[in-house]
């Protein structure tokens, strides 16, 4: 494991404040419910966010507020999770609490679910700072950044209609 290095302790609501915000929807075909169980799974995660190359909870189940886990990423990086928000078939929010990089100051991610007549509708929100170099870059990588996240919620949304077939209509 590389060393860590704490992360401000945001709450719930950074997700709506943070510097840099990247928020985008995606129609699933799925019940609420069935993709809270996308979530849970930690062999889905880096079946659909590409740069997620493995998930470890680090809490028992039943999961919650509170609940962690660590996060490996492509190139390295690690983060411990703290879940901040945990309401089944409805929302879910975590931070980081630590990072295996320094310029990483501030990072979270809420996820948000509503049912729609053919499944549910989801809005990921993901938002961060750090130091100044790290801010230069997520400034000048933002358009990158919004088409790679728009890839992996289409990515979600594929998995969902494979691992729930016609749950969406």
Same mark, same amino acid.
């Given at each position: ?19 840099? &915000? ?10 609420? +419910?069935?993709?809270? %169980? ?5 062999? *889905? ?21 509170? $609940?962690? &886990?660590?996060?490996?990423?492509? @190139? ?5 999770? /703290?879940?901040? *928000?945990?309401?089944? %078939?409805?929302?879910?929010?975590? &931070?980081?609490? *630590? ?8 990072? *979270?991610?809420?996820?948000?679910? /509503? ?5 549910? &509708?989801? $809005? ?25 996240? +728009?890839?992996?919620? +289409? ?12 749950? @969406?209509?």
């Amino acid at each position: 494991m590389p060393t860590m290095h704490p992360c401000e302790p945001v709450d719930v609501h950074y997700t709506d404040t943070a510097r840099f &915000r990247f928020t985008n929807s995606v129609a699933i075909p799925a019940s609420p +419910r069935q993709v809270f %169980e996308i979530f849970v799974d930690a062999d *889905a995660w880096p079946r659909w966010a590409g740069v997620i190359t493995k998930v470890v909870w680090t809490s028992e189940p039943p999961y919650g507020v509170g $609940t962690t &886990r660590t996060v490996h990423m492509l @190139g390295g990086l690690v983060g411990d999770e /703290e879940f901040l *928000a945990w309401e089944p %078939e409805r929302r879910m929010a975590f &931070r980081f609490n *630590a990072s295996s990089t320094k310029g990483i100051h501030a990072f *979270a991610e809420a996820y948000d679910i /509503e049912p729609t007549d053919g499944g549910c &509708r989801l $809005t990921w929100t993901l938002a961060m700072h750090g130091n100044a170099v790290t801010n230069l870059s997520i400034a000048a990588a933002q358009p990158v950044m919004t088409l790679l996240f +728009r890839r992996f919620l +289409r990515r979600l949304s594929a998995l969902a209609a494979e691992r729930y077939p016609g749950a @969406g209509g």
